[in-house]
């Protein structure tokens, strides 16, 4: 995976984001090899405006919204959105 979390990455973002709550409920009715989720992540950020990504590896993504306003797709490079 070329976009795999390294140390370096996972501790500055654990400096920066206090996560409170990652659901992530799962569509397993769709086809063999993909499903659906729907992924809520709460989170502050000790350093509002500085910028930190998700991970998230699939085929796409149909919709990015954060804090209410939504972001576009190509914010999503199928391992990360940023």
Same mark, same amino acid.
């Given at each position: 995976?070329?976009?795999?979390? !390294? $140390?370096?990455? *996972?501790? *500055? $973002? +654990? ?5 409170? &709550? ?7 009715? /769709?086809?063999? !090899?993909?499903?659906? +989720?729907? =992924? =809520? @992540?709460?989170? +502050?950020?000790? $350093?509002?405006?500085?910028? +930190?990504? @998700?991970?998230? !590896?699939?085929?796409?993504? &149909?919709? %990015?919204?954060?804090? /209410? ?5 190509? &914010?999503?490079? $199928?391992?990360? %959105? &940023?």
């Amino acid at each position: 995976m070329p976009n795999n979390l !390294t $140390r370096d990455e *996972a501790a *500055a $973002r +654990s400096k920066l984001l206090n996560v409170e &709550s990652y659901p992530v409920p799962l569509d397993l009715t /769709g086809g063999e !090899t993909t499903f659906g +989720s729907l =992924t =809520t @992540v709460r989170f +502050s950020c000790v $350093r509002p405006g500085e910028g +930190s990504f @998700v991970n998230l !590896t699939a085929p796409d993504v &149909s919709e %990015i919204t954060l804090n /209410g306003r939504q972001l576009p797709l190509t &914010s999503f490079d $199928r391992d990360r %959105i &940023s």
